[in-house]
């Protein structure tokens, strides 16, 4: 059903033009040093707490609405809708025209940033496109200014996966925006035999051939500087998620970035840095002082600053000319015992996808940042029961070899206040990408857990990063080192035995 639409005025597709117009208009805007606008948001990450799926268009459990309180919800903000001045945005997720989706995005114009920035993560519709006939896959309809009392935070994110439209009330951070859209279409490629991931995804050139990379990661574990920094001239092909499909096939979803801009600097994240400097570059979140002058290392407001721009100020490869997957890398942000990068079988493999462990960072709120957790594939928008995603994995590893890695790019022996704690640097996590893709690793088997770690890699010269027991041997730990061992072993066992349906090999992959 597609959603019609009734409001005070409408302003159909609107030019990037007239939408950074728009922006500049709004209080909370600013231009920056760069020419480009920053707008400080009321809410600074997503709001997980709130955000319920129609329980009637998921086999989910947990959070869910029934589709009467839906009903009612709609009403209201409908109601709402029809005294403003709206903008639309269409375009589509995914480039390929046999795959991709038509997405729409209605939004108040009072908070046209979200629009600017969502048009930029859309790939665009055509010359023959006619609002008045385009009938989009997926609708958000995004309401900053409309509370919903009752919910937490008085917010609300309402899915509907029947009609895929979702409802965003009283939220003005634009991740609400582009999870939506995307919210809704990993259901509609687990529905056509795939999964969606929440990865980056780069094509290296190995001894002269396109080599794709997967890289799965909880917003804030280094996803984004992962697929940017370059290896033997790799390029990004995609920076947030990507559908796999049998065979290994991999379509793209975005044609622009949205990255964290906490700690950003040019000599480590070049690319990045320079596409998030463009004049036509939207900020949010970001300090920026009475002068425009703009510090991406200040945290006054939040750690969770933003930014989108075009995917073509990186360079990328074509978005459809992605090879099959050969190597997937799953990133865990972690300061224990988590070796620099790990090897895994097919049945580990799925498990740790599972597992999704990682250390929270800002993009999850306060809920999540400094906090151990445990996500699904890293996937926390995934909206159906997490057991599907864990067996639809195995089956796309059965249908396509694929190698796949844990990569913890944190720290090992503790935290930045541990003095005996080593960190993962951005270079040692590029060494280790380049290592796993030419074969330049040498393994041997880790005892404790049954996969494989490094015991020597081209790049990285300190084995206490490629073998977190040597570290805690050497500083007298080892006491400690076997009891966090024997407690992720004992939890990770009753985290996976927790998700009913999930093929018993994965769960008794963890020894």
């Known amino acids: 059903m597609v959603y019609e639409l009734s409001a005070a005025s ?28 920053m707008v400080k948001a009321r809410v600074d990450s997503r709001s997980a707490r709130s955000t319920f799926v129609v329980e009637d268009s998921t086999n989910a459990t947990k959070q869910t609405i029934t589709r009467e309180e839906y009903a009612r919800v709609a009403a209201a903000q409908d109601a709402y809708v029809a005294g403003q001045h709206m903008v639309v945005v269409d375009g589509y997720i995914g480039s390929d025209p046999e795959f991709r989706t038509r997405a729409r995005l209605i939004m108040e114009a009072a908070n046209a940033n979200i629009a600017g920035m969502q048009r930029q993560l859309y790939y665009p519709v055509g010359d023959d496109y006619d609002p008045a006939t385009w009938q989009p896959d997926t609708t958000v309809i995004y309401t900053p200014n409309l509370a919903a009392p009752g919910y937490p935070d008085d917010r609300l994110i309402a899915v509907d996966l029947s009609d895929n439209v979702t409802r965003v ?30 990865a980056g995804c780069k094509v290296i050139p190995v001894n002269g051939k396109p080599t794709a ?14 697929t940017f920094t370059t290896q033997l001239g790799s390029k990004p092909a995609q920076d947030d998620f990507i559908a796999l499909m049998p065979g290994g096939q991999v379509y793209t979803t975005e044609n622009g970035c949205f990255a964290k801009t906490f700690g950003l600097d040019p000599d480590l994240e070049s690319a990045i840095y320079n596409a998030t400097t463009k004049p036509d570059a939207y900020l949010e979140n970001v300090s920026v002082d009475a002068d425009g002058k703009v510090d991406f290392f200040d945290t006054t407001y939040t750690k969770n600053g933003r930014t989108t721009w075009p995917f073509s100020y990186v360079d990328p490869w074509p978005a459809n000319e992605v090879p099959p997957a050969e190597f997937l890398l799953i990133l865990n942000k972690n300061e224990n015992i988590v070796p620099g990068v790990a090897r895994l079988d097919r049945e580990h493999a799925a498990a740790y996808f599972m597992l999704g462990e990682t250390t929270g960072t800002s993009a999850g709120g306060k809920d999540e940042e400094g906090k151990f957790l445990r996500v699904p594939g890293t996937n926390p928008f995934f909206p159906r029961d997490m057991a599907d995603m864990g067996n639809r994995m195995l089956e796309l590893l059965d249908s396509h070899e694929m190698k796949v890695f844990v990569l913890n790019t944190g720290r090992v022996g503790g935290g930045a206040d541990n003095p005996g704690s080593k960190k993962v640097t951005i270079p040692y996590s590029s060494a280790i990408v380049q290592a796993i893709v030419t074969g330049t690793i040498e393994w041997v088997a880790d005892n404790d857990f049954g996969y494989e770690v490094a015991s020597s890699l081209p790049g990285v010269d300190d084995l206490d990063i490629l073998q977190p027991r040597r570290l805690y041997e050497r500083t007298g730990r080892l006491d400690e080192y076997d009891a966090m061992v024997a407690r992720l072993k004992r939890e990770r066992r009753e985290y996976l035995a927790s998700f009913p349906g999930l093929d018993e090999a994965v769960v008794k992959s963890i020894g």
């Open 10 to 37: 409408v302003e159909w597709n609107p030019a990037p033009e007239r939408l950074r117009e728009l922006t500049e208009k709004m209080p909370n805007s600013q231009l920056t040093e760069f020419g480009n606008v």
């Open 213 to 226: 990379v997967l890289i799965v990661g909880l917003s804030g574990t280094g996803k984004t500087t992962t």
């Open 169 to 198: 009330l009283n939220s003005d951070y634009f991740g609400e925006s582009k999870k939506g859209g995307l919210r809704m279409w990993n259901n509609i490629v687990y529905n056509r035999g795939g999964l969606a991931l929440h």
